[in-house]
C-alpha cells in the first residue's frame, strides 16, 4: 500500500509563503493520483488540493484557489504544495494521501501568526 | 455536497452497538453506478484511517464489527460491539461530486 512522509511545515507570517512536500515510498508512485487534506487545530478535515498521476488534471478547494499550487515530481516520488499570500485561517495539519484515501502521511503543522 | 453527520457526540458502552449517519444534500450515485462514500476513524494526535468505501465495503485491516450501510443519500456506519480502541472521531466522505470532495463534520466517540 506504501507510505507517505509529509515535511516542510512551520511557523509562518501572514502573507508569507511555505511549500510542504510528501516523499512516496513502497507503491509506484507515477501512477496514482494525490490529494492534500487538511485539519485546522480541533476542527474536522477539509480537503484542499489534487492532482493527477501525470498532472494533466488539477482541482483546488475554493479557500486556496489562486494561492496554493500543487505539483508532484514522479522521478523523484514526490508531491508539493506551494502555499503563497498566507493567512491565519490556513494554520492546520496538512496531509498528504494516496488516491482512495487509503494510505496518508502523518501530517506536517502549518501555523501562520504574526 | 453537504455532508450531514449525526450525533456529532456518541457516548458508548464497551460491549454495545454504536450508529452514527451521513446525510448528503444530494444523491451520492455516481453515473457510473457506484456510490463513492467513505468512512474514516481518527484517534487524536494520529492520521486517518480509512475503514470503509464505497459505502460498505470493509478496508483490510479493518475490524469486522465495522460495518458500512446506506444508498442514495442516508448512510451508517455501524460498530457491532465497542471496543477501548474505537474512540476517536469519525468522519464521512464523498467522492461522487467533485470537485470539492467534502467530509462530514464528524463524530466524536467516547466510552461512557
Known amino acids: 500500500e506504501g507510505q507517505l512522509v509529509e515535511s516542510g511545515g512551520g511557523l509562518v507570517k501572514p502573507g508569507g509563503s511555505l511549500r510542504l512536500s510528501c516523499a512516496a515510498s513502497?507503491?509506484?508512485?507515477?501512477?496514482?493520483?494525490m490529494n492534500w487534506v487538511r485539519q485546522a487545530p480541533g476542527k474536522g478535515l477539509e480537503w484542499v488540493s489534487y492532482i493527477t498521476s501525470s498532472s494533466a488534471n488539477i482541482y483546488y478547494a475554493d479557500s486556496v484557489e489562486g494561492r496554493f499550487t500543487i505539483s508532484r515530481d514522479n522521478a523523484k516520488n514526490s508531491l508539493y504544495l506551494q502555499m503563497n499570500s498566507l493567512r491565519a485561517e490556513d494554520t492546520a495539519v496538512y496531509f498528504c494521501?494516496?488516491?482512495?484515501?487509503?494510505?496518508w502521511g502523518q501530517g506536517t503543522l502549518v501555523t501562520v501568526s504574526s | 455536497v453537504v455532508l450531514t453527520q449525526s450525533p456529532l457526540s456518541l457516548p458508548v458502552t464497551l460491549g454495545q452497538p454504536a450508529s452514527i449517519s451521513c446525510r448528503s444534500s444530494q444523491s451520492l450515485v455516481h453515473s457510473d453506478g457506484n456510490t463513492y462514500l467513505n468512512w474514516f476513524h481518527q484517534r487524536p494526535g494520529q492520521s486517518p484511517r480509512r475503514l470503509i468505501y464505497k459505502v460498505s465495503n470493509r478496508d483490510s485491516g479493518a475490524p469486522d464489527r465495522f460495518s458500512g450501510s446506506g444508498s442514495g443519500t442516508d448512510f451508517t456506519l455501524t460498530i457491532s460491539k465497542v471496543e477501548a480502541e474505537d474512540v476517536g472521531f469519525y468522519y464521512c466522505m464523498q467522492g461522487t461530486h467533485w470537485p470539492p470532495q467534502t467530509f462530514g463534520q464528524g463524530t466524536k466517540v467516547e466510552i461512557k
Open positions: 494521501a494516496k488516491e482512495g484515501y487509503k494510505v
Open positions: 513502497g507503491f509506484i508512485f507515477s501512477t496514482y493520483a
